[in-house]
């Protein structure tokens, strides 16, 4: 018998996790809301079929409900990989400007019912990047420690 991991047990340690389905994603696009980045630190590696954003992160997992107006908020630099991408096409979205910054709302999946589809990055300001992929992989990894968000603001969550 297996049991779940219990939030003692993600203490501190980096974030790696996969998502294979669309109920996995969820967590990936939980974990990813509010997330920023620069629209420069985006790639797809059209031969490799894997399309990557290296996303500057909330720390929603460290601060529970009850807290987050007390404890100092924190994000951490991951990366968000897609992999099997077959064509990326966006929206609202200046590729390559270090200078603009994108903010992720949400993370999903339009199932083709085959086992691939299109994976959809809705972005704030109306932007969105749409990965049609022939199979559902998804991962995001923490690299970076913690850091004090710079904002010092717990940005508004949805519950």
Known sequence: MTTDATFEEGAARPLRLVA????????LSALCQDAVFPASEMQWQRGRQRFGILLNRFRWEDIPVADRRK???E?????LAVENVQRVASQGVTQGDADTILS???V???EDGAGGGAVLLTLAGDGAIRLQVSE???S?????RPYAAV???VPDHPE
Do not use: A, F
């Open 140 to 144: 995001l990894r923490d690299v970076t």
């Open 104 to 106: 992720v709302l949400s």
């Open 20 to 27: 294979m389905d669309s109920e996995d994603l969820q967590v």
């Open 108 to 110: 999903s999946v339009e």
């Open 75 to 79: 994000r951490v630099q991951c990366v």
């Open 71 to 73: 404890r100092t908020p």
């Open 151 to 153: 904002s010092g603001k």
């Open 136 to 138: 559902l992989d998804v």
